[in-house]
Structures are given as C-alpha cells and as structure tokens.
C-alpha cells in the first residue's frame, strides 16, 4: 500500500514562486514507507499477544515458512510439523500463546521483535541453530553474534544438526545453551528410492546435484571444472535449482516442487554434493533417502551424512576418480546409505523440547 502525501505550505499575502514538481521513485515511496509498515506490524503483534495470553497449543514454531522449492532448513521444518500434526499435536506458528508448554525457534529465521514479545518464562525455549552463517556464507556480517546474543536471552536448550556445525561455532568461541545434536531427515512419502532400478551395464552413469541457494559456496567452482572435464561418455551430469553460473555441458534444471526433484533423484544413479562448509546439507539427504550413494566434498557436514554410502574428495581433479569407483561399488555403497527416519527425529525433537 502506497501512503498518501499532502503538500501543506504556509498561506501569506505574498506569493510565492512554484514549487516544481518532483518525481516520486518507487525507491523513495518505498523507504517512506517503512516507518508506516513498521507500526502496522507491532500493532499486529500487540494484538495477536492479546489475544492469544489465555490460548494454548502443544507447541509452537517460530520460522518465516515458505512453499517450496525453497531453502534446506525451511524444507526440514515443513517435514517435522507436518510429522507432528499427524500424531495430533497441536501447533502455532510465528505466536507462543501463554499457555503453550514449549517453543522452537530456528536460528535467525523470524521475526526477531515478534518473537521477543511473545517469548516469556514459563515456555521451554529450544533454539534450531545452523552455520555458523559466517562460515556457510563465507563472511561475516554479525548474524552468529545476533544469534548467540538471542540464544544466550531466552534459550533453555539448542539444537544442532551436526557435530560439525557445534563443533565450528565451538571453534569461533560461540558457546551455546545446553546444546544437542539432532540429523535433520527427509519426508519419506516424497523422497524414497524407486520400486527397481534399470542395469547399469552398458551405460553411463548418471549423476545429479541440487541446490536451492545460488551461493557459489554450494559447488560452482566444481561444477564448473567439471562443465569442462567431466568424460560425457562415462558420465551425465544433472544440475537442479538455482545458481549464478552458466554451463555448456551440464543438464540444468530450474528449481522444481519437492515432489517432482525427488522424481529426479529417483532416475538417476548416483549424488554429487559440491558444496563448502554447509553444516547439513538437505538436498544431499534427499538424495540419499531416494537411494543414491554419494560422491561429496569432505567439508562440513557431508561426511557425517554420507557415512560408508559414498565416496569423499577435496579437489575437483578428483571427482572422475571418485565416480568411476563409485560406479564399482554402487550396491555397496547404496546398502550402507542410512538416512534417520523423521519419526525418529521428530521423537528427540520432543523429548528436548519436553526436557
């Protein structure tokens, strides 16, 4: 909505030189604007907290939710509370009534202000916590601090997804409250191998990579060396989602609903997890659960996630290899995938957010 201005000018019995009229851009009406949006959402969130102070629910979640294809976290947290509803808890989302027993809230995901009005003692208060951000981002611009300043005011308990995302914040001197490690997992009526495979004999193998973000920290460098190396007689190579780069040879696929990448997945043979210091990669879990073994950087969290069921590499020269090997051990590699099943997560999600 666009606020409506009025020129108001003094009267006097002089007149005065017109005052020529200036272009509004939608820049200015935009930043003119702010200050209106801003008191339109704490009267809101005054009125919500309102209303809501003799309410309850089971639990509540503070996330900005997004329909997918979005983010990894925002595709975990819609698994997880669609796990949770079908047990028959009742949720809330972005609003902590006060008589809710316990609340999440997912790392900097959410209304910061919104949040700290509904937050108050009496609610268990876990913190969802990925990253570093810095670290995953590859600078730093204060979000972890902002994130441990929230963690260190309100939170009771937090979550990891990985040893390596504690350890690393652990490393750059954030320590936080009570944590635990919790795998994040996948919604297995969407990603699940296929009924049978066809042989690979005879033919190349056939390997994809997903990605949401378009940081060129989740594999450009590889991707691209690979755009130009990679033996397209031995292999094919699937890109799906969003990203910067422009390739020549890979087979790129804009970002598609959860339902048709896992549709994808399931045609292929194999998964290539490029990425640098991404604590839990989702898109390599899904890959996983649709029973691909994967060939994936040794850098953040992969190697955890992957286990025995793929192969690791540091530099890009080393993908054919690692492919080629994959491809001899591809049932092997494939039984020893191990994905956590969400009803599992789901049961240690409660049991830290119940204490």
């Known amino acids: 909505m666009v606020a409506a201005f009025t020129d108001v000018r003094r009267v006097s019995d002089t007149p005065k030189p017109a005052i020529p009229n200036r272009t509004l851009t939608l820049a200015s009406l935009r930043r003119a604007a702010r200050p209106v949006r801003a008191l339109v959402r704490r009267g809101r969130t005054e009125a919500d907290w309102l209303l809501s102070r003799g309410e309850r629910a089971d639990l509540a979640f ?5 329909r997918p294809p979005y983010g990894g976290g925002n595709q975990f947290l819609l698994a997880l509370v669609g ?31 919104r949040f700290r009005r509904f937050a108050r003692d009496g609610a268990r208060m876990v913190h969802r916590v990925d990253g570093p951000i810095g670290v995953y981002r590859g600078f730093d611009d204060g979000t972890d601090r902002r994130i441990a300043e929230i963690n260190h005011a309100l939170a009771d308990a937090t979550i990891f997804q990985s040893h390596y995302s504690l350890d690393k914040h652990r490393e750059l001197g954030f320590e936080l409250r009570s944590p635990v490690v919790i795998r994040n997992s996948v919604d297995s009526a969407i ?11 005879g033919r190349r193998l056939r390997v994809i990579t997903t990605s949401w973000s378009d940081n060129p920290r989740k594999g450009t460098d590889i991707l691209a060396w690979l755009d130009e190396k990679l033996d397209l007689d031995a292999f094919e190579l699937t890109f799906v989602g969003r990203t910067q780069a422009t390739f020549g040879r890979i087979r790129v696929v804009d970002a598609l609903p959860s339902e ?12 290539l997890a490029p990425s640098r210091d991404d604590p839990c990669s989702n898109a390599l879990l899904e890959g996983l659960a649709c029973g691909l073994p994967a060939v994936f950087r040794r850098s953040g969290g992969h190697p955890e996630l992957v286990g025995e069921a793929g192969i690791g590499f540091d530099d890009a020269e080393e993908v054919p290899a690692a492919l080629e090997r994959l491809r001899g051990e591809l049932e092997q590699r494939r039984a020893a995938i191990r994905v956590p099943p969400l009803a599992e997560v789901a049961d240690r999600y409660l049991e830290v957010l119940r204490g």
Not at 89 to 102: H, K
Not at 191 to 201: C, E
């Open 62 to 66: 503070f996330h900005e939710f997004h």
């Open 83 to 113: 796990e949770l509803r079908r047990r028959g808890l009742a949720l809330e989302v972005n609003r902590l009534s006060g008589r809710t027993p316990a609340c999440l809230y997912n790392s900097f995901n959410f209304d910061f202000g």
């Open 191 to 201: 990603f699940h191998p296929p009924p049978a495979r066809p042989p690979l004999a």
């Open 260 to 271: 048709a990448v896992a549709d994808l997945l399931r045609e292929h043979d194999a998964f």
